[in-house]
């Protein structure tokens, strides 16, 4: 059986629309985007860390739009992440069927029952980079098997977040953590039953 991780670049307040470049996803009015930007230009530890998680076997889960951004870019640019091409790419999307890059495979009908079909199965786990849609699927049924999140210290109170209308309660436990030079927080996590309650 093979997890789900998800590994996202997230605000203090928890938005991870548009992380990488100003026009990556403008949508509803969206006019931070490239947020994350001058954290790496002056921080090597941090991408260090992505270094050396984009190195880690790995298939990817996508929605469509995220699918389409890496579309665009990573056939050409492989060299920055050896084995994306070559990796099986499962995109959620009710437009796309088909597309020409390598190793692409699309779920249109019963979504939560195909990748719950795609979890029982022995293979390489799936990662799942932005696709903000499908990650609220992912939580409301709880599918997810693990965080790994970049905390930037900054908040932008508006944008597409994390956490939003598909989150159930649900607990956690940290695994590791980091903190780089430029103050993101760098936290994995992984599920850990139900949520407790007590009095204090």
């Known amino acids: 059986m093979r997890k789900i991780i998800v590994i996202e670049f997230i605000t203090l307040d928890g938005v991870m629309q548009a992380p990488g470049e100003s026009k990556e996803d403008a949508s509803e009015g969206f006019k931070y985007g490239g947020w994350m930007g001058p954290y790496f230009q002056n921080d090597k530890f941090l991408g260090k860390v992505m270094e050396d998680q984009m190195k880690q076997p790995f298939n990817l889960l996508l929605g469509r739009k995220t699918f389409e951004i890496f579309a665009s870019y990573w056939p050409q640019n492989e060299s920055r992440w050896p084995g994306i091409n070559e990796a099986y790419k499962f995109v959620v999307s009710n437009t796309l069927t088909k597309h020409d890059w390598k190793n692409s495979i699309f779920i249109k009908n019963d979504v939560v029952e195909e990748i719950q079909k795609l979890k029982k199965q022995n293979g390489i786990d799936l990662q799942v980079w932005g696709s903000s849609k499908l990650i609220q699927t992912l939580l409301q049924h709880d599918l997810v098997d693990e965080l790994w999140l970049k905390i930037f210290p900054i908040t932008i109170g508006t944008g597409k977040r994390l956490f939003a209308?598909?989150?159930?309660?649900?607990?956690?436990?940290?695994?590791?953590?980091?903190?780089?030079?430029?103050g993101v927080i760098i936290a994995t996590y992984k599920r850990d039953g139900e949520v407790t309650v007590g009095s204090f």
């Open 165 to 182: 209308e598909g989150t159930l309660p649900a607990a956690f436990k940290l695994t590791d953590s980091k903190v780089s030079q430029s």
